[in-house]
């Protein structure tokens, strides 16, 4: 299993960005996908998430609205637009298959990785 994530840069606040996670060595949509990040001097955490059996998408709440998920089939690949992005959003973005999820009220709740990409730098300026 192999994942790479590309698309990060520098951006200024209010400006898009968006990441992808090419998959190898597996099909990717036999697998529930996330995107997690690190912020400097934080936790990482679990940002989205698109399951594999139905391609239901779920965030946690401070990106809902901002971020959207989605994967081609095709090109064997995981997606993540980001939007009217935040300082707050820099991070090193990581891309997973994702062995846990759990989801309250709609909202992206636990996310737990399982197979992991190297990250992706974000990094947006105010």
């Known amino acids: 299993v192999q994942l790479q994530a590309s698309g990060g840069g520098l951006v200024q606040a209010g400006g898009s960005l968006r990441l992808s996670c090419a998959a190898s060595g597996f099909t990717l949509d036999s697998y529930t996908m996330g995107w997690f990040r690190q912020a400097p001097g934080k936790e990482r955490e679990g940002v989205s998430c698109i399951v594999a059996s139905d391609g239901s998408t779920y965030y946690k709440d401070s990106v809902k609205g901002r971020f959207t998920i989605s994967r081609d089939n095709a090109k064997n690949t995981v997606y993540l637009q980001m939007n009217s992005l935040k300082p707050e959003d820099t991070a090193v973005y990581y891309c997973?298959?994702?062995?846990?999820?759990?989801?309250?009220?709609?909202?992206?709740?636990?996310?737990?990785?399982?197979?992991w990409g190297q990250g992706t730098l974000v990094t947006v300026s105010s």
């Open positions: 997973a298959t994702v062995a846990l999820y759990t989801v309250v009220g709609g909202t992206l709740h636990l996310l737990s990785g399982a197979s």
